[in-house]
């Protein structure tokens, strides 16, 4: 008898669990619908009370707003793109640049490594916040006030980058890389050849959190950039908010061409991201 | 005799990776002298974008220096800290930081850990919850609180939704313009976006705690409540420790909903948080000083989380 009470009280917990989850998981949710349904809707009905939650027509002038922009110089199709390039050459750069460092630290002996190794994590101590004035300062001395250069070279490589892929490295088969010496081929033809191709999984987990963090970077390029035409997405949208003339559903509008991109990234490599949040991240990050 | 020896040294050489008996061959120089090369780049990148900008900010915070005036800046020795100390603003904002990460970190590492717990408990659908949870982390920081200023609107989704709970009709929260509630705000849109973020890495934790173990106390009789406290509990101390630290990082560095929620006309004080505060300083008021100053205090509090951090992770394994 007292078996089929713990029964029953075990299946009670396990019904509340359920509902908690699926309550939860639709309050985070909310949000996101909220910001896909208002981006079909005129202003007036996404202020209704209570929120209509189905668009009663496909509005799509929000989305004519979004990329036209309330001056009509359809400069949002520049931003994104603007974004795209940024984002996609800090990747390249990142990826190239932290493997390179790895594979020196990880697979050769001389004199000083450690300390190198020691320098460079060391700066995974330093947030961005604190060294962005100096920084601003220093992009200023070197003349890359408002150039996609500050967007995108002192962001080339990163501490955690170097980490992750000489923790990779250190295991990687010597045997394999011994071979490619024995066949004649060159030091940076094995990086190439040899190295790389087969470090995909690290690598895959580094670009994806590099995309990210400049896809998503605000505080930097609001420092360094004042022309429209060299705005980001995050700056234009913070642009587009202070407008007077921007209405709710072409600023939803916006916000939901600005995250499409992530959305389709994230279904295609759902594995990266997930198991890239479980690599600590550090430094820039 | 002589296999001993021989033995006995490739035995240390292994255990030591120092060589006894080659000596460095030309080819091996060669090898060393590219394993420096591939490192170059590493040496010249972060000696101009991290070394040489911390140590400029370290000497900028002792001179009163102007943003745009072409002046020799002028040694104040500590002036500038002296000055924050003294500063209402700066405190105002050391309170605005204080409250923002001590109220988004603690729930976040609860309901975090609460969800993994949960989520691992179940059979199926834990990818579709994981999934779900993690989807704000998606968007940037600028767009989720973009959405959230819409649904804090005196006729938005908030106020309709609390009115509901609370049953107080057409009752406006001011979630806009209350100092108490606009704080709350801030950390609720960060609460949203992160929730996920940090599930996933406990259900990773959890994840890694060896069946068998939860398998013998069920069979010792052990109850889920049991089992939780412990068993998982102590076992993903270290994953709690890394994941709160990091919480407790990231929301020291907060600043996109608090510069957005100010811009579109939320007043400054409340969410004044310390690199609002430093962009503020530097770009508004020009105060290069002050603001590398206010870096430094922002860098030193960062450094000692990040050590706790770095010896959280050192002993991180744990023995099952």
């Known amino acids: ?285 | 005799m002589l296999a001993c020896v021989v033995r006995g040294v490739i035995f240390i050489k292994k255990k030591t990776g120092i060589d006894f008996i080659k000596k460095k061959t030309g080819i091996e120089k060669k090898k060393a002298r590219w394993g420096f090369i591939f490192t170059i780049p590493a040496i010249i990148f972060f000696s101009i974008f991290s070394f040489y900008p911390i140590i400029n900010a370290f000497i900028t915070s002792f001179y009163k220096k102007d943003l745009l005036s072409l002046s020799k800046p002028q040694f104040i020795g500590l002036g500038n800290y002296k000055y924050l100390i003294h500063s209402e603003s700066f405190w105002n904002s050391v309170k605005a930081t204080t409250i923002f990460t001590v109220g988004t970190f603690i729930p976040l590492v609860i309901m975090s850990l609460i969800l993994a717990v949960f989520i691992s408990s179940r059979k199926r659908f834990q990818k579709f919850f994981q999934m779900a949870y993690y989807s704000p982390a998606l968007l940037s920081s600028v767009v989720a609180a973009t959405i959230w200023l819409l649904m804090f609107d005196p006729r938005g989704l908030a106020n309709q939704f609390l009115n509901f709970i609370l049953n107080t009709p057409g009752k406006d929260y001011k979630w806009l313009t209350n100092p108490s509630i606009l704080r709350l705000a801030t950390i609720l849109v960060y609460f949203w976006k992160y929730i996920g973020y940090f599930t996933v890495i406990f259900i990773t934790g959890i994840a890694s705690i060896p069946q068998t173990i939860n398998e013998a106390a069920r069979i010792d009789g052990a109850n889920r409540w049991q089992v939780f406290t412990r068993i998982t509990l102590p076992l993903i101390k270290p994953t709690t420790l890394l994941v709160s630290i990091m919480a407790m990082t990231r929301c020291l560095k907060t600043f996109s909903t608090q510069y957005l929620f100010t811009q579109s006309g939320a007043p400054l004080k409340p969410i004044d948080v310390i690199t609002l505060n430093i962009y503020n300083t530097a770009i508004r008021d020009h105060q290069i000083g002050r603001a590398s100053a206010m870096s430094i205090i922002l860098f030193v509090i960062i450094l000692a989380l990040t050590m706790i951090q770095f010896k959280v992770s050192k002993a991180e394994e744990v023995q099952y």
């Not at chain 1, 991109?261 to 820039?284: A, C, E, Q, R």
Request: charged share 15%; with cysteine.
């Open chain 1, 1 to 285: 008898m007292p078996k089929q009470k713990k029964y029953i009280f075990s299946s009670i917990t396990d019904i509340l669990i359920w509902i908690l989850l699926i309550v939860f998981a639709i309050m985070v949710l909310v949000p996101l619908v909220f910001m896909f349904t208002a981006s079909f809707m005129p202003a007036n009905d996404i202020m209704t009370i209570p929120f209509p939650w189905i668009p009663k027509t496909f509005y799509i002038e929000n989305y004519k707003q979004a990329f036209r922009g309330n001056d009509g110089s359809y400069i949002f199709l520049r931003n994104i793109l603007n974004s795209f390039i940024v984002a996609a050459l800090t990747t390249i750069g990142t990826i190239f640049l932290c493997s390179i460092t790895g594979y020196g630290l990880a697979k050769f002996e001389y004199k000083g490594r450690n300390f190198i190794l020691i320098m460079i994590l060391s700066t995974m101590m330093i947030p961005f916040e604190a060294i962005m004035v100096p920084l601003y300062l220093t992009i200023t001395n070197l003349g890359w006030q408002d150039t996609y250069a500050a967007l995108i070279i002192p962001f080339l490589m990163s501490a955690f980058g170097v980490f992750l892929m000489r923790q990779f490295l250190i295991t990687f088969p010597d045997e394999l890389l011994d071979a490619a010496r024995i066949d004649g081929a060159s030091e940076i033809g094995i990086f190439f050849k040899v190295v790389l191709p087969n470090s995909i999984p690290p690598l895959a987990t580094l670009a994806v959190l590099t995309f990210r963090y400049q896809w998503d970077s605000l505080l930097w390029p609001l420092l360094v950039i004042q022309t429209p035409k060299k705005k980001t997405i995050p700056l234009y949208i913070v642009h587009f908010a202070e407008e007077k003339f921007t209405n709710e559903g072409a600023l939803m509008a916006a916000a939901a061409i600005a995250s499409i991109p992530m959305i389709i990234l994230f279904l295609m490599l759902t594995k990266y991201f997930i198991g890239g949040s479980n690599v600590y991240t550090g430094g820039k990050e």
